[in-house]
């Protein structure tokens, strides 16, 4: 079972930056695609970003490429995304996510087994 705590969210300008963290627990970190997600009223649950276990892979959503990164520390058991740019429509409730398939940079909610509380993130205009 493994257990996933998000942070770093919060009140921020538009054009400004941000960066979520995520302290995975209860698994051995390198055996887990990792991904992020978004979920607001308007769009619902959104993938963002994957990282495949070793790091070696990352495919990102058409609407954050470029703008956010995705990265992981195995060694601190912690997965990240460093929001640059951030627009209003960025407003969402932010997920991480654990998916047993290693070796591949799942994008489907269905391919990750395991789930974050969510951390808020606000974009002023």
């Known amino acids: 079972q493994v257990q996933l705590v998000e942070s770093g969210g919060g009140l921020v300008q538009a054009g400004g930056s941000l960066r979520l963290s995520c302290a995975a627990s209860?698994?051995?970190?390198?055996?887990?695609?990792m991904g992020w997600f978004r979920h607001s009223p308007e769009k619902g649950r959104e993938f963002l970003a994957a990282i495949s276990g070793v790091g070696a892979s990352t495919t990102y959503a058409d609407s954050v490429k470029g703008r956010f990164t995705i990265s992981r520390s195995n060694a601190e058991n912690t997965l990240y995304l460093q929001m640059n740019t951030l627009k209003p429509e960025d407003t969402a409730v932010y997920y991480c996510?654990?998916?047993?398939?290693?070796?591949?940079?799942?994008?489907?909610?269905?391919?990750?087994?395991?789930w974050g509380q969510g951390t808020q993130v606000t974009v002023s205009s």
């Open positions: 209860g698994g051995s970190f390198i055996r887990y695609a």
């Open positions: 996510a654990a998916s047993r398939r290693a070796l591949s940079v799942p994008i489907q909610v269905l391919e990750f087994e395991w």
